[in-house]
């Protein structure tokens, strides 16, 4: 079975720093882009950014460049997205998410979800 | 970036309603959308993709059209099971954007 298995919820304090993982299991995990979404409490999907684990390629939303960091570790099929100083307004639902055909040349729809990933920044 | 405007935010049906959902592009992206639901603490799922596929398992009452800049999810007998929120998103390029997301209420 194709799935994405995402860690445990989390609960920090603001400037600490957090690093959650996207498992991928089921298929070629390198071939296969892996985008990252947001989801606000009561607010809709936020698109943050994609990494290609073959190569690490990983193009990031204007929004949240720089304030995110993407990677993957294509041998252990875990893709991971973190923080260097949380703040309260990083409180959210995280996804990742997997499109339905490989390549780079163009990531497509998501078909593969993780079950997300809640963040709580609270001091 | 591309932007997707999404209409409406509400959307109040009855069972066995038609349903009609846009989402406008602000600059052409062929045939490059697709369409989630979304039910409250679940992962978004797909529905349609580039513009008018069904996914495997979709329900055929849901279709898609649409090209260019003007694209529209319909929903032709509305279900029980169909009250959820639902989200445009384009793919043109490797920048994704989603729109802002239609609620389906129960009239």
């Known amino acids: 079975e194709v799935q994405l298995v995402q860690s445990g919820a989390e609960v920090k304090k603001p400037g600490d720093s957090l690093k959650i993982s996207c498992q991928g299991s089921?298929?070629?995990?390198?071939?296969?882009?892996i985008g990252w979404v947001r989801q606000m409490p009561g607010k809709g999907l936020e698109w943050m950014g994609i990494?290609?684990?073959?190569?690490?390629?990983?193009r990031y939303s204007p929004s949240f460049e720089g304030q995110v960091t993407m990677s993957a570790d294509k041998a252990l099929s875990i893709g991971y997205l973190q923080w260097s100083n949380l703040k309260a307004s990083d409180t959210a639902m995280y996804y990742c998410a997997r499109p339905r055909r490989p390549g780079k040349s163009r990531g497509g729809a998501f078909n593969i979800w993780g079950q997300g990933t809640m963040v709580t920044v609270s001091s | 970036d591309i932007q997707m405007t999404q209409s409406p935010s509400t959307l109040s049906a009855s069972v066995g309603d038609r349903v009609s959902i846009t989402c406008r592009a602000s600059q052409s992206i062929s045939s490059w959308v697709a369409w989630y639901q979304q039910k409250p603490g679940k992962a978004p799922k797909l529905l349609i993709y580039e513009a008018s596929f069904l996914e495997s398992g979709v329900p055929s009452r849901f279709s898609g059209s649409g090209s260019g800049t003007e694209f529209a999810l319909i929903i032709s007998s509305l279900q029980p099971d169909d009250f959820a929120t639902y989200y445009c998103?384009?793919?043109?390029?490797?920048?994704?954007?989603f729109g802002q997301g239609t609620k389906v209420e129960i009239k």
């Open positions: 998103q384009q793919y043109n390029t490797n920048s994704w954007t």
């Open positions: 990494i290609y684990p073959g190569d690490s390629d990983t």
């Open positions: 089921g298929y070629n995990f390198p071939s296969y882009w």
